[in-house]
């Protein structure tokens, strides 16, 4: 081979290379039934995450609530990272196996906000995403976690229903673990200006991680325990990462719910965090 041949080699291979590296990642938003307005955030999270210059996004929105969701197959496969804005009907049997799988076999997922009271009879589904609320989920669901002299506890009691919050409040969020992905560089405190906080979620608890957490006070209907606002979930091989903020748009907008969603996705598809901390974050 000529050495022009060979230099032509190598840059039709640097190119190629080049061209893979810049290739975005590929995202899915499911949406379609919520208990919160899905049509208002989707579009605030698919914005959110083509503004990293990470991510292609798609969006499957499934059948209105009690239509037929039989044909409702979302390739998850497809994609580098799964973002859950859904809470509704039970997807069909292949749909459920797809997802279990792709979650398995390395897929990377994110559990915004009220996915975290989708299928509370679905057991794979609360082992993916380690905690949950609402759907008549009671103790029997699993532990809850609250932290404690600097340290996750899981508590059975008191029993009772999983999952409620009380008024929208100003949420100040710290952060327990500042060497994971997600959270490097971030202020050691972030504070969502006004947000529901999420309590007493209950479920299997397995391989969890709390990265950030907020002080839920019995004024505002809380229970004086600092509540996981943050996570990761391991979950074979695959990455979860849940976030409890983004009630509305405007709340999933806010730039500590945004830097969270854009680490937390990055981190779920790849397994590392190459975004820059936004200036003046935590100001």
Known sequence: MSIYR???VVAIWLA???AALAA???????????GHNWRQTTPVLKSLLEK?????????TSPPPGKDMSHFTPDF??????????QGDNWPAATRKAFVDYVAHGGGVVVYHFAAAAFPKWKEYNR??????WGNRTETAGPYLVWRHGKVVKLTDPPGKAGFHGKMQRIEIVIRDATH????????????PKDELYCRLRGPAENVKVLATAFATKSNGGTDENEPIILTIKYGKGRVFATRLGHSGKETATPTSAVFLQRGAEWAATGKVTQRVPEGLGE
Do not use: C, E
């Open 52 to 60: 990293t210059g990470l991510f292609a996004v798609d969006v499957a």
């Open 181 to 192: 992905p997600i959270t490097r560089g971030l202020p050691p405190v972030l504070i969502q």
């Open 24 to 34: 975005p990642l590929k995202a899915l938003i499911v949406d379609g039934q919520n």
């Open 77 to 86: 496969a497809a994609y580098n990272v799964v973002v859950l804005n859904y």
């Open 128 to 133: 993916i995403i380690g905690t949950g609320g």
């Open 16 to 18: 190629l290379a080049a």
């Open 6 to 8: 060979s230099w032509t």
